[in-house]
């Protein structure tokens, strides 16, 4: 697995655990109205409408396994394909909102938060996760 994507999934739980939330987007989705000023279980956001946009800028693991195929890992294309910055987090925590993995450049992580914030606003989802990584 690509060693951003593992900060990533380590990160949410950590954001989850300590209770993240931004003041400016009250969490009122059904499902998640046990939030404890501890954290948020982890129990109480799965199969909700949450959404996952992951940033991932830099592939630089996937490409240095690239140069030699004939010595690839098995999981190779499921354990370093760019969908799966934000797939896997969807997939680990059972969220059932959309994923995405954005890839613009310099303005990779602002443009997965963009996203996420057009996402609540239209009532896509109830809540969104944003991540970025550039390792």
Request: net charge negative; glycine share 8%.
């Amino acid at each position: 697995m690509d060693p951003q994507y593992r900060m990533e999934l380590e990160v949410v739980y950590e954001a989850l655990e300590s209770g993240m939330q931004s003041p400016f987007t009250p969490i009122t989705a059904r499902g998640l109205t046990h939030l404890l000023a501890a954290g948020i279980p982890m129990e109480s956001i799965k199969g909700t409408n949450t959404s996952v946009y992951g940033g991932v800028m830099f592939r630089d693991y996937h490409d240095t396994h690239s140069r030699d195929l004939d010595t690839l890992p098995r999981y190779f294309m499921t354990g370093n394909a760019a969908t799966m910055a934000s797939n896997r987090i969807s997939h680990f925590y059972d969220l059932r909102g959309p994923s995405m993995t954005v890839d613009t450049g310099c303005s990779t992580s602002l443009t997965a938060l963009h996203l996420a914030c057009q996402n609540l606003r239209n009532g896509e989802s109830n809540m969104s996760i944003v991540t970025g990584a550039s390792l």
